[in-house]
């Protein structure tokens, strides 16, 4: 079974870049099918799809992210990652990675979720 596994900083300045990183144990990111997401939470919303790069690498994003997002992978870690350029307090979220199989539920998988805080 796929585990996933969010890292990263917990607070980040306003305008500097956040970056995550979600490491995959229990299965390849590379194999035939799976997607790989990234979705927040900030607080007292509800969840907020960001992007995802599927088993080929190419990436798609929200439109409202699109402009300050990326996501990237390493296939020699077995690891994606997450960044999100000129961060503001509005960033401020639990960050989550997620996966879904070929056949199967969206966002079967989950990490645990990761808080952080954008503050000065």
């Known amino acids: 079974q796929v585990q996933l596994q969010e890292s990263g900083p917990g607070l980040v300045k306003p305008s500097q870049t956040l970056s995550l990183t979600c490491t995959v144990s229990?299965?390849?990111?590379?194999?035939?099918?799976?997607?790989w997401h990234w979705i927040r939470q900030p607080p007292g919303k509800g969840l907020e799809w960001m992007g995802v790069?599927?088993?080929?690498?190419?990436?798609y994003y929200s439109p409202s992210l699109k402009s300050r997002t990326s996501i990237s992978w390493d296939t020699s870690k077995n690891q994606f990652s997450l960044q999100l350029t000129s961060v503001t307090p509005e960033d401020t979220a639990v960050y989550y990675c997620a996966s879904d199989p070929p056949v199967g539920v969206l966002y079967e998988y989950w990490g645990q979720g990761t808080q952080v805080t954008v503050s000065s």
């Open positions: 790069i599927i088993y080929e690498g190419s990436t």
């Open positions: 229990g299965g390849s990111i590379t194999t035939s099918g799976y997607n």
